[in-house]
């Protein structure tokens, strides 16, 4: 059995799977894409000390990294099920996709997140071309352009606030007829002279020029009246939802489906660590997520160290 096992391959999982093996105990890392959403960034520049670099290249370089320690690296493995030990010192179980079976001592979960997307034509297209989930990741791209938000609900408001501080002008989209957002912050945004506020509209499609966004077209949901909004940018803000659906009912889980962790990455079940955007843990950022991970593994060490020896 591993000492330490770590699900999920992305900053946080990578950190995690680093720090353990520098404990020189047995540790391995199973990933369903290694990686994982660094890999669908295009610029980083704020992955501090390091001004600038991009997704896949901050993959390769998670992977490289790992693999100067001894870990066992199972990359394109999901796991789709965890049992916990049964007494305290035990083993704890993480099924995977293909059959195979995974037991050890302790685990970090770090399967993370993704964002919910609109599903309208364009949006894949123009994905990293102006269409962007992360407003502290790629606000500044925007620099006196022209952006929408879409969704208004706290994220997507305090985004338009933030990208209002940057941008040339912000226009919020809600599909419902009220924003959803906090009060404060609604009136806020309602505050700044550059932000417009368009409720009961459903965003249709992302127009572009092939190589980059161009515009937005919703439905006015009242009238039933196409429209359109000229721009270079859209941030949707409608969710992001973690990776959490196979830990449901094992692990104590947040309404909105993030993993339950204390300040030492603990889970609800002893000897259970987890990391990164899968958890409660607020701002989802690589720095961030790496802290997380060094942290539940450090947490798993201490764990070890302390449960009677089998
Ligand atoms: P992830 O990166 O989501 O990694 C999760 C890992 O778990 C992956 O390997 C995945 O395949 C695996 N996994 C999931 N489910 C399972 C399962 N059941 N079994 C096995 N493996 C599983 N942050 C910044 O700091 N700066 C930026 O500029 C930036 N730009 C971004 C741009 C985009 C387009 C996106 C989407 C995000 C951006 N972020 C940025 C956010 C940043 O990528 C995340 O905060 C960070 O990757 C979270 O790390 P993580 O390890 O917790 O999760």
Avoid at 41 to 60: C, D, L, R, Y
Avoid at 136 to 158: Q, W
Avoid at 240 to 245: A, G
């Amino acid at each position: 059995p591993y000492d330490v096992l770590v699900v999920g391959g992305g900053p946080a999982g990578a950190a995690a799977a680093i720090y353990a093996a520098r404990k020189g105990i047995r540790t391995g890392i199973a990933a369903e894409r290694f990686g994982g959403q660094v890999l669908d960034t295009m610029g980083i520049e704020n992955f501090i000390s390091v001004s600038h670099t991009e997704g896949p290249k901050m993959a390769a370089e998670l992977a490289a990294h790992v693999k100067d320690y001894e870990v066992d690296v199972m990359d394109l493995q999901t796991a789709t099920k965890l049992v916990p030990a049964t007494q305290p010192g035990g083993l704890a179980t993480v099924e995977l996709q293909n059959g195979a079976t995974l037991k050890a001592k302790t685990i970090v979960l770090s399967p993370g997140a993704r964002w919910r997307q609109m599903n309208v034509p364009g949006e894949a297209e123009y994905r990293n071309k102006g269409v962007a989930y992360c407003p502290h990741c790629d606000g500044p791209l925007f620099k006196g352009k022209r952006v929408a938000v879409i969704g208004g609900g706290n994220s997507g408001v305090e985004a338009a606030i933030d990208l209002a501080g940057l941008v040339s002008h912000v226009t919020l989209i809600e599909f419902d007829s009220q924003l959803r957002a906090d009060a404060v912050l609604q009136a806020k945004l309602r505050s700044l002279p550059n932000a417009t506020v368009i409720v009961s509209a459903q965003t249709t499609e992302v127009h572009g020029d092939g190589a980059k966004v161009t515009g937005l077209a919703y439905k006015d949901r009242t009238t039933g009246e196409p429209k359109t909004i000229e721009l270079e940018g859209i941030f949707v803000q409608i969710g992001l939802v973690p990776n959490t659906e196979w830990l449901k009912g094992v692990i104590e889980l947040s309404p909105r489906g993030e993993i339950e962790i204390d300040a030492r990455g603990q889970t609800s079940v002893p000897g259970i660590f987890a990391a990164g955007d899968a958890t409660t843990v607020p701002y989802k950022q690589i720095v961030i997520a790496m802290g997380e991970g060094a942290k539940a593994a450090l947490s798993a060490f201490d764990h070890l160290i302390r449960s009677a020896p089998a």
